[in-house]
């Protein structure tokens, strides 16, 4: 007999889904995964958390790939991994995809507090305090990272809220204002 799915088991299925750029139906996942929607339910939540788990992961690993393949150190780092990431999380087919087939459940897991934004939030935190052991930061990295992430969804789904396009490029200028602001060198005031 087959252990029933875990937590982790219906989250790699859903990604799946995800990753095909198709809807992730519950109905259709509990009976993929051999459990009946209840069980599916007690594991993973209402199908906004479900969509919340999967983006999360996907937010960790566009956000290590951008690290991993983004040289420098310090502010600039900081700088470069952000829009390496923002620039995958643009181009990204399955969260287009996610985007154009249901842009109101898209506004719910990504830009209001939750996974995602946690997740964000959390991999921003440890890269600004990694790379700025040098300075001192004014600012707590976490919160600083909030606002990174918040400015970022704002501006890269401009589309979402005021109708016009991603506006990437003001974002990252924005950026650059709040880590110079927040920054200053060791000693320094």
């Known amino acids: 007999m087959r252990a029933p799915a875990s937590t982790a088991d219906v989250v790699h299925a859903a990604t799946r889904h995800y990753l095909a750029g198709r809807a992730i139906e519950m109905s259709g996942l509990a009976a993929e995964l051999g459990i009946g929607r209840a069980t599916l339910y007690r594991r993973v939540g209402q199908h906004e958390n479900l969509m919340g788990l999967v983006l ?10 951008a690290a991993s393949a983004t ?35 898209f506004a719910r897991v990504v830009m209001a507090p939750g996974h995602v934004e946690d997740t964000a939030t959390a991999l921003v935190a440890d890269l600004i305090e990694a790379e700025t052991a040098a300075v001192a930061i004014r ?14 969804d704002s501006f890269m789904y401009a589309h979402l809220l005021a109708g016009g396009p991603s506006q990437v490029p003001e974002a ?9 602001s927040a920054t200053t060198p060791e000693g320094g005031r």
Do not use: E, S, Y
């Open 71 to 105: 040289p420098g150190a310090g502010v600039a780092r900081v700088h470069a991994v952000v829009g390496a990431f923002i620039a995958a999380a643009v181009a990204a087919a399955p969260l287009r995809a996610l985007v154009a087939r249901d842009p109101v459940l």
């Open 172 to 180: 990252m200028a924005i950026i650059d204002l709040l880590l110079g």
């Open 56 to 65: 999360a992961d996907r937010t960790r690993v566009t956000f290590a790939h």
């Open 139 to 152: 600012v707590p990295a976490p919160r600083l990272a909030r606002a990174i992430v918040r400015i970022g």
